[in-house]
Nanobody
Framework: QVQLDESGGGLVQAGDSLRLACTTSERTFNLYAGAWFRQASGKEREFVAALSRGGGRTTIYADSVKDRFTISRDNAGSTLYLQMNNLKPDDTATYYC???????????????WGHGTQVTVSS
């Protein structure tokens, strides 16, 4: 069981930036692909971004965040980040960190989830 903890959410204005972090005590976290999802009030959870496992640097983004959000991992591989720039009110949601050993699964139905962190963007 991989336990994930998100942090970094908050209330910001449109155009501002935030960096979310996802930490774990799992020593082999670098062996898992990581992803971020979000769920706005009254809407279904949606995929935001994913990063491949190990030393790979393959990334994929939802069209709605491409060129504004960047997913990354620290050198130790123990923390997953989501840098969010030029935030818009439509980005308001609870953001969830996720992980899975399989690349395809992490983008759709990852095995492991965090509890979420709220991001609110005011206009």
């Amino acid at each position: 069981q991989v336990q994930l903890d998100e942090s970094g959410g908050g209330l910001v204005q449109a155009g501002d930036s935030l960096r979310l972090a996802c930490t774990t005590s799992e020593r082999t976290f670098n062996l898992y692909a990581g992803a971020w999802f979000r769920q706005a009030s009254g809407k279904e959870r949606e995929f935001v971004a994913a990063l491949s496992r190990g030393g790979g640097r393959t990334t994929i983004y939802a069209d709605s965040v491409k060129d504004r959000f960047t997913i990354s991992r620290d050198n130790a591989g123990s923390t997953l980040y989501l840098q969010m720039n030029n935030l818009k009110p439509d980005d308001t949601a609870t953001y969830y960190c996720a992980a899975d050993y399989q690349w395809n699964a992490v983008q759709s139905a990852p095995d492991f989830w965090g509890h979420g962190t709220q991001v609110t963007v005011s206009s």
